[in-house]
């Protein structure tokens, strides 16, 4: 059991937000119901509280026209719901400062501006053409990292995006963050800013971290490449959640970024769907347990193994 409340900072994925407000006439949930009003919806939630997808409708629509909501805390308040069962936490959800076109499946469900964190006119992979092609030819997920580099990594603004979150975190008086979340490019700037945080200090800014569906692997901010775990030793050596979908284009990426952490504190969880976070009740308990999980591994660790080295 995590001991104390779990405060998590969570960094959303290119072309989302984490301040948009949903619009409740574009959802389309399973027949015969369709809300027209919050109130409508919440009488349905009182009556079904079990299933998490009337949670996650709940939590963004409870204060519809009067505030926005947060995207990536409307797709994880689900997993949000299950996980206060067991242990307290708090998620805190930052902003990307570029603005941006929206993903593929955001706009027809979520208005405007859009937001990421890497520059706004970098790719958008594996949508682009080079990306088809290496999916289908990669032979395993350092193979797909490879493949990557043909998208064009060398200027996404790696450094920029880096710095913006570390700021965003010490701008909070003593970092009371325990833990990030990354969902997409959100889980490839966590993993690299964690990365360089190790090489250039010899500590981590988090005690672990929870990676949900990432395309690119950790870059080193540097040179803008993709790191490789057959081809660097650096390891991220905090324990680490990986929560992965064998449909999603992108789900070798997730697997190369698994290979560059330290695997004895290392998880992964499949929940076998596409580039997205599932509202089915199986894979809302395996996500929550996977956050759970790595929480507790990293109070288990021992004060020195909280302030990881970056093995060469």
């Not at 939590?59 to 926005?68: A, E, V």
Request: proline fraction near 6%.
């Amino acid at each position: 059991m995590y001991e104390k409340t779990m405060k998590i900072l969570c960094i959303h994925g290119a072309g989302t937000s984490a301040t948009v407000r949903p619009s409740l006439t574009k959802f389309v949930l399973r027949p015969p119901f369709r809300p027209s009003t919050s109130t409508e919806l919440t009488r349905a939630i009182a009556t079904d509280f079990s299933d998490p997808t009337w949670c996650a409708f709940y939590s963004c629509l409870s204060h519809y026209n009067t505030s926005t909501t947060d995207l990536l805390s409307y797709k994880i308040a689900p997993v949000k719901y299950e996980l206060a069962k067991t242990v307290r936490a708090e998620f805190h959800f930052v902003n990307g400062p570029n603005e941006a076109r929206a993903a593929i499946g955001i706009a027809e469900q979520f208005e405007g501006p859009y937001y990421r964190f890497f520059d706004s006119r970098a790719p958008y992979p594996p949508t682009t053409g080079a990306s088809e092609s290496f999916i289908r030819q990669a032979k395993s997920p350092e193979d797909f990292g490879r493949g990557l580099r043909e998208v064009g990594l060398e200027d996404v603004g790696l450094s920029r995006a880096c710095d913006f979150v570390q700021h965003h975190v010490e701008q909070h008086d003593g970092n009371p963050f325990d833990g990030v979340l990354g969902f997409s490019e959100g889980a490839s700037i966590a993993a690299s800013l964690i990365l360089r945080q190790c090489r250039e200090k010899g500590t981590s800014l988090f005690k672990f971290a929870a990676f949900i569906c990432c395309i690119v692997p950790p870059l080193r901010s540097d040179r803008e490449d993709v790191l490789l775990a057959d081809e660097t030793a650096e390891r991220i050596d905090i324990p680490t959640a990986h929560i992965v979908g064998s449909k999603d284009p992108g789900y070798q990426g997730g697997r190369a970024l698994y290979n560059l952490c330290n695997q004895s504190s290392a998880s992964i969880f499949d929940h076998g769907g596409p580039h997205t976070i599932p509202w089915d009740l199986a894979s809302t308990r395996g996500i929550a347990k996977a956050i759970q999980s790595v929480g507790e591994r990293s109070q288990s660790v021992s004060v020195a193994s909280q302030e990881p080295s970056v093995l060469r």
